[in-house]
Each structure stands twice: as structure tokens, then as C-alpha cells.
T-cell receptor
Framework: EPEVTQTPSHQVTQMGQEVILRCVPISNHLYFYWYRQILGQKVEFLVSFYNNEISEKSEIFDDQFSVERPDGSNFTLKIRSTKLEDSAMYFC???????????FGPGTRLTVL | AQSVTQPDIHITVSEGASLELRCNYSYGATPYLFWYVQSPGQGLQLLLKYFSGDTLVQGIKGFEAEFKRSQSSFNLRKPSVHWSDAAEYFCAVGNTGGFKTIFGAGTRLFVKA
């Protein structure tokens, strides 16, 4: 069964450093997403991406965040200057079309020290 | 705006007993509804989804959920709980516009012997 993959599974970084979280969505999917889950809290939407541009973003997704689909397979989330409060599990998801449901990746746990 | 409410933060049931996890949603049109399960430190696994049609939906691991439009509810049920079902359960609603998913706060299920 096709699946969304994410690397790394765990990333530790120092405050102020840049991090890039990588995702490989399911190959024929058209919509791509990042979500965040702070430890013990609910999963929150960050951003959606379609047709090579951001289609929607939440208020969490400020200027420190960016997304990119640099080639036909990868989808990345960059945090330019990490803060302690960016520590969370980050989930990538992809979707073929409306009415099918998103497929979530296993997540990347980001720890900012 | 869409929202999801899971009124129970945690629930404890005995192994072999039946289970019902409550979920209420707020959405202007017919929603896409989902239940996900998350084991500690793990990713999100889709249990079942509702898009249209039969309001009783069967999922994996013996779970089912019933969509009740009049009550704006989508409660998850299982007739006999196993110790391995102990996890966090998230109800979610899909946005038919940008297709993003809005999650509830989750219900943690504890199973006692």
C-alpha cells in the first residue's frame, strides 16, 4: 500500500538554527499538507500546498516557516530560526482529491534546545 | 468555522467491555469525518472515514462510527475492547474547500484488565 514517508524521524537542533523537514508524499497525490502536534496537545494545521503554491496557511505559519516542492517527489518544511516552542511532532500529509481523505506520514519529532 | 469537540479527555474501560467515544462537530455543509488513533510517540492511523451514504461506517480493528446529522455527532464504537486499543483517539472533520483537516483535542483510552 502506498504511504507517505518523512525524514528524519527525530531531529534535535539548537535554538536559532534552521531546520528542514522532509516528506515524500504518495506519488500521484496533488495536495500536500503540514501539521504540528505539540506534546500532549491536538494536531494543528499549518499549511496546505497545491499546484506549486500555498493554498492556505494558519496563523502559526508565520514568516519563519516556508514550504517547497523542489522536485516531483519531495515536499519540505523549513523553519528558518527555530524557537523552543517549535518543539513538536510534525506530520506531513497528502491527498489525491477531495472526498478521499488525507494520508499522514509517521511524523518527525523536532526538539529545539 | 469548522470545529470538533471531544468532550471526554480520557476514558477507562475494562477489557472486553464496550466502548463509545463521543465526537461533535460544527460545519456548514455535509462534512467529511474521520477517526484517527495514535499510540504514544507514534503517527496517526486512520480508523475510518465518512464522506456520504450509509451513516454507519465500519473501520479497521473492529471499530465503527455512526454519523448523526441531527445531533452533529460522529461517535466511535467498539463492542469489545482489547488491551491493545489503549491509545489516543482523534475525531476530525475535513474541509471540502482546501481539504485540510481539523482535529479534536483527543480522548485518551485506558484499558484495565
Amino acid at each position: 500500500e502506498p504511504e507517505v514517508t518523512q525524514t528524519p524521524s527525530h531531529q534535535v537542533t539548537q535554538m536559532g538554527q534552521e531546520v528542514i523537514l522532509r516528506c515524500v508524499p504518495i506519488s500521484n497525490h496533488l495536495y500536500f499538507y503540514w501539521y504540528r502536534q505539540i506534546l500532549g496537545q491536538k494536531v494543528e494545521f499549518l499549511v496546505s500546498f497545491y499546484n506549486n503554491e500555498i493554498s492556505e496557511k494558519s496563523e502559526i505559519f508565520d514568516d519563519q516557516f516556508s514550504v517547497e516542492r523542489p522536485d516531483g517527489s519531495n515536499f519540505t518544511l523549513k523553519i528558518r530560526s527555530t524557537k523552543l516552542e517549535d518543539s513538536a511532532m510534525y506530520f506531513c500529509a497528502s491527498l489525491l482529491s477531495g472526498g478521499t481523505g488525507e494520508f499522514f506520514g509517521p511524523g518527525t519529532r523536532l526538539t529545539v534546545l | 468555522a469548522q470545529s470538533v469537540t471531544q468532550p471526554d479527555i480520557h476514558i477507562t474501560v475494562s477489557e472486553g467491555a464496550s466502548l463509545e467515544l463521543r465526537c461533535n462537530y460544527s460545519y456548514g455543509a455535509t462534512p467529511y469525518l474521520f477517526w484517527y488513533v495514535q499510540s504514544p510517540g507514534q503517527g496517526l492511523q486512520l480508523l475510518l472515514k465518512y464522506f456520504s451514504g450509509d451513516t454507519l461506517v465500519q473501520g479497521i480493528k473492529g471499530f465503527e462510527a455512526e454519523f448523526k446529522r441531527s445531533q452533529s455527532s460522529f461517535n466511535l464504537r467498539k463492542p469489545s475492547v482489547h488491551w491493545s486499543d489503549a491509545a489516543e483517539y482523534f475525531c476530525a472533520v475535513g474541509n471540502t474547500g482546501g481539504f485540510k483537516t481539523i482535529f479534536g483535542a483527543g480522548t485518551r483510552l485506558f484499558v484495565k484488565a
